[in-house]
């Protein structure tokens, strides 16, 4: 019998507590906060300048050569290396040419070299025709120095001869008018 008493006792609570259980009412759902207002999109802005990657561009006025002239320019001797340089002489002929040229049976060269205190790059202009080196004097309207930078990352260094890459078509050095536009320089 206290079996019984167990199992009904057990049987009268579950029948109790799934009454208590059973599904009400549903209550009211809350508001929906809905969706926040996108903010205005702002004015686009001017385009910027064209980059030149560093290019720099050294330019002197006129001037009658008779012997050695150096040009200073502020790069490091020891970063010169890591330069493209390109020098150009504007003519009485109205003409933009690459040295090293030949004018007036004058030979016009340049090299790389430290100046006298060793700190900076010198461009130095030698003159030479052949025969009479300073008898043929020649005048240059202006001359300008184009130093390219080459970024340490674009430096490959190969044991033997050879190599590949380009960044696409390169201007035309020996037109300066070309180089000019092409990094964006005055001309």
Not at 158 to 175: F, L, Q, W
């Amino acid at each position: 019998m206290k079996n019984l008493t167990r199992i009904a006792t057990t049987i009268l609570l579950g029948a109790a507590l799934m009454c208590a259980c059973s599904k009400g009412k549903d209550g009211r759902d809350g508001q929906d906060g809905g969706n926040g207002t996108n903010g205005i999109n702002g004015e686009k802005g001017d385009k910027g300048d064209p980059g030149n990657a560093n290019v720099k561009m050294y330019k002197w006025g006129e001037r009658t050569f008779t012997t050695f002239t150096t040009y200073e320019i502020p790069i490091p001797f020891e970063e010169i290396e890591n330069y493209l340089i390109y020098a150009y002489a504007y003519l009485e002929i109205n003409l933009w040419v690459p040295v090293p040229v030949s004018v007036e049976a004058v030979s016009i060269d340049y090299v790389l070299g430290k100046n006298g205190n060793n700190t900076d790059l010198g461009v130095i202009i030698t003159l030479a025709d052949g025969s009479d080196i300073w008898g043929n004097p020649i005048t240059f309207d202006a001359f300008r120095v184009i130093a390219v930078p080459i970024p340490d990352e674009n430096i490959t260094e190969y044991a033997g001869a050879g190599g590949t890459g380009s960044k696409g078509a390169a201007p035309d050095y020996s037109n300066y008018a070309e180089v000019a536009e092409y990094y964006g320089l005055p001309q």
